[in-house]
């Protein structure tokens, strides 16, 4: 098994921005990549943003140019800084880690962000 501590989300202004954190910890796998998915209400599941331990990323297209994910590779730990963050932006965030080239992958509760004035 494999736990999540997520962190940083919360109620953000349009073009504010946020830090969510993430640490993985228990049974991980190595090597592992690490990254953002997110999901709001009535709307499917959508990446964020991934890592692999090559420092290799991937954007979603909506948060491309305005999202930045890092990791502590050493740590198991994910960091996504967020922003000019838009009311569509609003979802709740999932961390979650994978085993590249394999369908394993595991998910943290998620962290809440709320884009609003």
């Known amino acids: 098994q494999v736990q999540f501590v997520e962190s940083g989300g919360g109620l953000a202004q349009p073009g504010g921005h946020l830090r969510l954190s993430c640490k993985a910890s228990?049974?991980?796998?190595?090597?592992?990549?690490m990254g953002w998915y997110r999901q709001a209400p009535g709307k499917e599941r959508e990446l964020v943003a991934k890592?692999?331990?090559?420092?290799?990323?991937d954007y979603g297209d909506a948060v491309h140019g305005r999202f930045a994910i890092s990791t502590d590779g050493a740590e198991n730990s994910v960091f996504l800084l967020m922003t000019n963050l838009q009311p569509g932006d609003t979802a709740r965030y999932y961390c979650?880690?994978?085993?590249?080239?394999?369908?394993?992958?595991?998910w943290g509760q998620g962290t809440q962000v709320t884009v609003s004035s």
């Open positions: 979650f880690l994978f085993k590249p080239f394999t369908p394993m992958k595991f």
């Open positions: 228990g049974n991980v796998p190595s090597p592992s990549g």
């Open positions: 890592i692999t331990v090559g420092g290799v990323t």
